[in-house]
């Protein structure tokens, strides 16, 4: 066996020398290759590639064009078309430009320099610029989604409750203090934000005042409503009791209306209301229905139920009397499946807080709140006591300067006053609303609107449409019931349908309890009004007449 080894590696060698220079010469020619070009190629041309084409290129194909392609071409890439990049497809882009590394070429990206500036980055709001290069600069709206619209989310709806650019307030709060008196600081305000307003305070008995109970600089924003504050009496003086009535800052949900009352309407919500809690439903006037159509609040047609509930006004909380009607029904909630509409008809000037709730299949029960204010122009006195139905209590208002005496012509009571004529204080007639059926009419100033005699709950109220400027009137409440039947009447007095006063709660009226008819018994003394302005506005000064105690005399009764 090894002869035959020795003979196949002979037979190895003479084939790798052969090979090398793909010669088919000789072994032993000048170039080794067995051509006659003197190169080591084996092509006869003369040039220094493995073709035989004559080129001088350099290159190892067989055209002139310097790349190292088959294919006759002058575009010095390494495929075989003409548009200068390296795929082997024909197409004219140019080669890729990457000059900031975003791993967009040119021309897509618009701005080469700027990695931020490209087709991939969504568009930036307000910026004024192309950020993703579409040709076209902020058309977002400037509220940074991905849509053409301004509502700040990313379909292509336009649903302006959801704009995320408004400058939301932030809650404006004095470091805290044990009085806000010490600081100069009554002006109606929970200026530290502790829940308190006008701490330490003084303040005239029966005074009312509106107030709020929130931020100082969300007062009277979005949702946010002035409450009341009654004087309470403390001493010599009266401070200031628990501010109620008013609606506060709340959370933000989506109902279309501003919550947390910081100037933006279901701020960064971006949603689509299921209710409009937005909706306006007005002021209301005495004697008038007012109408509130639910179906213009919540839209959706599929309500399972409705609830409507009224806050009582100050003499229905302090008599526990409801004086108004909601649906023809004398009751401070109604509810059922039905009650879509409701029909509120008021006796009482004041703020009443009206509350409705409907029961939705899709988000459950929703809520919105309002507060409605009954507003009566001019000077409005109002009197309530806890034993209508028993006892017989009147009310009498004089203008000092031109009223005579109590029970005289010159005064406004039930005997002369009722709008079949009136006493002469000079005001012409008004256009006005007329219990019971509401009617409006040419009415007499002043006169009185209801005399109640016997109907529990019912008020009595005495109206100057258009008091003059500095005119001064004085009232007083007759227990006009024969016996000694003890009785705690209360008075409210509104000044172009605001609540300036209420006597007869802090503290009550003590001791009144005899009376024994026309113009004889007790009579309680009650205030001084000084009408401020032109007949629509809403300024008065109030003076109780007080001497430790609210002021009961036996008649007859000096005048004023």
Same mark, same amino acid.
């Given at each position: 066996?090894?002869?035959?080894?020795?003979? @196949?590696?002979?037979?190895?060698?003479?084939?790798?020398?052969?090979?090398?220079?793909?010669?088919?010469?000789? @072994?032993?020619?000048?170039?080794?290759?067995?051509?006659?070009?003197?190169?080591?190629?084996?092509?006869?041309?003369?040039?220094? #590639?493995?073709?035989?084409?004559?080129?001088?290129?350099?290159?190892?194909? =067989?055209?002139?064009?310097?790349?190292?392609?088959?294919?006759?071409?002058?575009?010095?890439?390494? #495929? =075989?078309?003409?548009?200068?990049?390296?795929?082997?497809?024909?197409?004219?882009?140019?080669?890729?430009?990457?000059?900031?590394?975003?791993?967009?070429? !040119? +021309?897509?990206?618009?701005?080469?320099?700027?990695?931020?500036?490209?087709?991939?980055?969504?568009?930036?709001?307000?910026?004024?610029?192309?950020?993703?290069?579409?040709?076209?600069?902020?058309?977002?709206?400037?509220?940074?989604?991905?849509?053409?619209?301004?509502?700040?989310?990313?379909?292509?709806?336009?649903?302006?409750?959801?704009?995320?650019?408004?400058?939301?307030?932030?809650?404006?709060?004095?470091?805290?203090?044990?009085?806000?008196?010490?600081?100069?600081?009554?002006? %109606?305000?929970?200026?530290?934000?502790?829940?308190?307003?006008?701490?330490?305070? /003084?303040?005239?008995?029966?005074?009312?005042?509106?107030?709020?109970?929130?931020?100082?600089?969300?007062?009277?924003? =979005?949702?946010?409503?002035?409450?009341?504050?009654?004087?309470?009496?403390?001493?010599?003086?009266?401070?200031?009791?628990?501010?109620?009535?008013?609606?506060?800052?709340?959370?933000?949900?989506?109902?279309?209306?501003?919550?947390?009352?910081?100037?933006?309407?279901?701020?960064?919500?971006?949603?689509?209301?299921?209710?409009?809690?937005?909706?306006?439903?007005?002021?209301? !006037? +005495?004697?008038?229905?007012?109408?509130?159509?639910?179906?213009?609040?919540?839209?959706?047609?599929?309500?399972?139920?409705?609830?409507?509930?009224?806050?009582?006004?100050?003499?229905?909380?302090?008599?526990?009397?409801?004086?108004?009607?909601?649906?023809?029904?004398?009751?401070?909630? &109604?509810?059922?499946?039905? !009650?879509?509409?409701?029909?509120?008809?008021?006796? $009482?000037?004041?703020?009443?807080? $009206?509350?409705?709730?409907?029961? /939705?299949?899709?988000? =459950?029960?929703?809520?919105?709140?309002?507060?409605?204010?009954?507003?009566?122009?001019?000077?409005?006195?109002?009197?309530?006591?806890?034993?209508?139905?028993? !006892?017989?209590?009147?009310?009498?208002?004089?203008?000092?300067?031109?009223?005579?005496?109590?029970?005289?012509?010159?005064?406004? *009571?039930?005997?002369?006053?009722?709008?079949?004529?009136?006493?002469?204080?000079?005001?012409?007639?008004?256009?006005?609303?007329?219990? +019971?059926?509401?009617?409006?009419?040419?009415?007499?100033?002043?006169?009185?609107?209801?005399?109640?005699?016997?109907?529990?709950?019912? +008020?009595?109220? &005495?109206?100057?449409?258009?008091?003059?400027?500095?005119?001064?009137?004085?009232?007083?409440?007759?227990?006009?019931?024969?016996? /000694?039947?003890?009785?705690?009447?209360?008075?409210?007095?509104?000044?172009?349908?605001?609540?300036?006063?209420? *006597?007869?709660?802090?503290?009550?009226?003590?001791?009144?309890? *005899?009376?024994?008819?026309?113009?004889?018994?007790?009579?309680?003394?009650?205030?001084?009004?000084?009408? %401020?302005?032109?007949?629509?506005?809403?300024?008065?000064?109030?003076?109780?007449?007080?001497?430790?105690?609210?002021?009961?005399?036996?008649?007859?009764?000096?005048?004023?």
């Amino acid at each position: 066996m090894k002869p035959i080894f020795l003979f @196949l590696m002979a037979m190895v060698l003479v084939l790798a020398i052969g090979c090398e220079g793909n010669d088919t010469g000789s @072994l032993f020619s000048a170039d080794t290759d067995g051509d006659t070009d003197g190169d080591t190629d084996g092509d006869t041309d003369g040039d220094t #590639d493995g073709d035989t084409n004559g080129d001088t290129d350099g290159d190892t194909d =067989g055209d002139t064009d310097g790349d190292a392609d088959a294919d006759s071409d002058s575009d010095s890439d390494a #495929d =075989g078309d003409t548009d200068g990049d390296s795929d082997a497809d024909s197409d004219s882009n140019p080669p890729c430009v990457d000059e900031d590394e975003d791993w967009w070429c !040119v +021309p897509f990206d618009c701005d080469d320099d700027d990695p931020d500036v490209n087709p991939g980055v969504p568009e930036a709001p307000g910026n004024g610029a192309d950020d993703n290069c579409n040709g076209l600069t902020d058309e977002t709206g400037g509220d940074g989604d991905t849509d053409a619209d301004s509502d700040a989310d990313a379909d292509a709806d336009t649903d302006t409750q959801c704009i995320d650019d408004c400058p939301e307030a932030s809650p404006i709060c004095q470091p805290a203090m044990t009085s806000e008196a010490s600081q100069g600081l009554c002006d %109606q305000l929970d200026n530290d934000c502790d829940g308190q307003v006008d701490e330490g305070c /003084t303040c005239g008995v029966g005074q009312v005042q509106p107030c709020f109970l929130g931020p100082p600089n969300f007062r009277n924003v =979005g949702q946010c409503t002035d409450g009341t504050q009654p004087c309470v009496a403390a001493g010599e003086f009266g401070v200031w009791g628990t501010c109620a009535g008013g609606i506060w800052p709340t959370p933000e949900i989506c109902d279309n209306l501003d919550n947390d009352c910081d100037g933006c309407l279901d701020d960064d919500l971006c949603c689509e209301p299921p209710i409009n809690c937005g909706f306006d439903v007005g002021d209301a !006037v +005495p004697f008038v229905d007012k109408v509130i159509d639910g179906t213009q609040i919540y839209t959706g047609g599929d309500a399972l139920a409705w609830e409507w509930s009224l806050t009582k006004g100050p003499c229905d909380l302090v008599l526990n009397t409801t004086s108004f009607k909601m649906n023809g029904q004398a009751v401070s909630t &109604i509810s059922g499946p039905a !009650v879509s509409q409701l029909t509120l008809r008021f006796q $009482l000037s004041g703020d009443y807080t $009206l509350t409705m709730r409907v029961n /939705t299949p899709l988000n =459950g029960w929703l809520e919105c709140q309002w507060v409605i204010h009954v507003v009566a122009p001019g000077l409005r006195v109002e009197l309530c006591w806890d034993t209508t139905g028993s !006892v017989d209590v009147d009310l009498h208002m004089g203008r000092i300067g031109t009223t005579t005496g109590w029970f005289t012509s010159s005064e406004c *009571y039930y005997g002369n006053c009722k709008n079949t004529g009136n006493p002469n204080w000079g005001y012409p007639q008004t256009w006005s609303a007329m219990p +019971p059926d509401g009617i409006y009419q040419w009415v007499y100033n002043p006169r009185l609107d209801i005399d109640n005699i016997s109907t529990v709950g019912k +008020p009595e109220n &005495i109206n100057v449409d258009n008091p003059g400027e500095g005119h001064q009137y004085r009232v007083l409440v007759h227990k006009y019931s024969s016996g /000694t039947y003890l009785t705690h009447p209360v008075i409210n007095v509104y000044c172009g349908g605001t609540r300036k006063a209420t *006597y007869g709660v802090s503290p009550q009226v003590t001791g009144f309890d *005899y009376g024994c008819g026309y113009n004889c018994g007790e009579g309680w003394k009650v205030v001084d009004i000084t009408w %401020q302005g032109d007949p629509l506005s809403d300024t008065c000064t109030l003076a109780p007449i007080w001497n430790n105690g609210y002021v009961i005399q036996s008649a007859p009764w000096s005048w004023p």
